[in-house]
């Protein structure tokens, strides 16, 4: 806004506003177009992040528990379409053909999508047969975490029951690869033969136990919920 001159021969008179035309802004304009392409960038955004975010993909669960050593096989997988978001290069897709020769190195529970980190090319461990005579727990089975104990058998000598030796540690957080529990499905208060994992070096140990005069004993790791 501009002023004019006051007229001649008044030196009292105020000058008088003079009105500036508003220019209108042109489609060339620099700041016209940075926020054209901001409002532009934002819509585009917000529509992928939504559209991302309601997306379904196919995906492997494990149909019944999984457990380290286990080669991988469709007949141990079912499909299922799942939302993952960013999550999606975690798990073994069901859209893609299943990897060869890969062996599970942990437990996946029933139902549980298959992390991809839970699959390697080998897992140090070995499948042996258990006998079982004593009472087992309601959560001793396939994919359950559980310690191995070898209990001695009790002196017959009754002058020697002081020298008893004490129970000991075979393996530590071993899995229960299947329980086999003959007729009726029962696991009390009969012998259950137990399948487990042990890792290979704990493996003479454990032979020589079952071999020696006595029981093992099986008790589950504390806070195991499998």
Known sequence: MTYAPAPSGSGQALPEPVATRLRRPRWRDPRLLTGVVIVAVSVALGSWVVSSASRTVPAFVADGALTPGEPLTADGLRAVDVRLGAGTGRYLPADEPLPAD????????????????????????????????????????????????????????????DDKPAPSTLARNVVVEQVDTGEGGMIVDGTVTLHVLVPADSLPTVLSALSDAGTVAVVPVAGDVR
């Open 102 to 161: 890969l062996v599970v190195l942990r437990v996946v529970d029933d139902g549980e999508l298959v992390p991809l980190t839970a699959l390697g090319a080998d897992a140090d461990v070995r499948s042996v047969a258990v006998p079982v005579t004593s009472g087992l727990s309601d959560r001793i089975r396939a994919g359950a975490v559980v310690d191995l104990w070898f209990v001695p058998e009790a002196p017959i000598a009754p002058d020697a029951a």
